[in-house]
């Protein structure tokens, strides 16, 4: 059994944003939305990016002892979808130092950094983000492509190839629930874990 969170309240409020905020998510991920849908959405995301900004500053990094498994894993979240490059890249380097002090699992800050990266224009080390777009899921680009089973294997992740298949499927699931046709017609950054 793990430990009370130091900040209880601070826990549930991230889970709450994240909890509101993942029906959207999933939303652009399994059908197409309109301009005004695309807004809302935006405005959901720039809210829970400067509430983590404000979090961030105050605290570092929400890690498990702070606000538990489910927080820590929600701040992530949160980080992920902010897509400012800015914030992406503070929250990079505090994960980094819960991670050293064993307050954050190590997959959340790859996946963090690769996210910054991309938001940056640049290549990606860890190859865990993809983009959805008309002809597919693709992966962003990575740096060195030909080390990167060796990188992921190096910090837990599964091999490229398996990791590919994984997203697919939970694709598919999501989107024949929603949308029996199965079309894609979004262009969005996507995570393996989110």
């Not at 652009?28 to 400067?50: K, T, Y």
Request: glycine share 8%.
């Amino acid at each position: 059994m793990s430990p009370q969170p130091q900040l209880p309240l601070l826990a549930r409020d991230l889970i709450t944003r994240v909890q509101e905020a993942a029906e959207h998510w999933s939303c652009r991920i399994r059908h197409g939305v309109d301009v005004v849908e695309i807004g809302q959405f935006r405005h959901v995301d720039h809210a829970n990016a400067s509430f983590l900004q404000l979090v961030l500053a105050e605290h570092g990094w929400p890690g498990h002892r702070l606000v538990g498994v489910d927080g820590c894993r929600a701040a992530w979240c949160l980080a992920l979808h902010a897509d400012r490059f800015d914030l992406q890249r503070a929250a990079v380097r505090l994960l980094h130092r819960a991670v050293a002090e064993g307050d954050a699992p190590g997959w959340q800050e790859v996946h963090l950094q690769d996210r910054a990266l991309i938001m940056g224009a640049q290549a990606q080390e860890w190859g865990t983000q993809y983009r959805i777009t008309p002809t597919g899921v693709q992966r962003c680009s990575v740096r060195e492509p030909a080390g990167l089973d060796a990188r992921r294997a190096s910090v837990g992740l599964p091999p490229a190839a398996t990791a590919m298949a994984a997203l697919l499927d939970r694709l598919a699931v999501s989107r024949q629930a929603a949308d029996p046709t199965g079309e894609v017609d979004a262009l969005l950054p996507l995570a393996e874990a989110a």
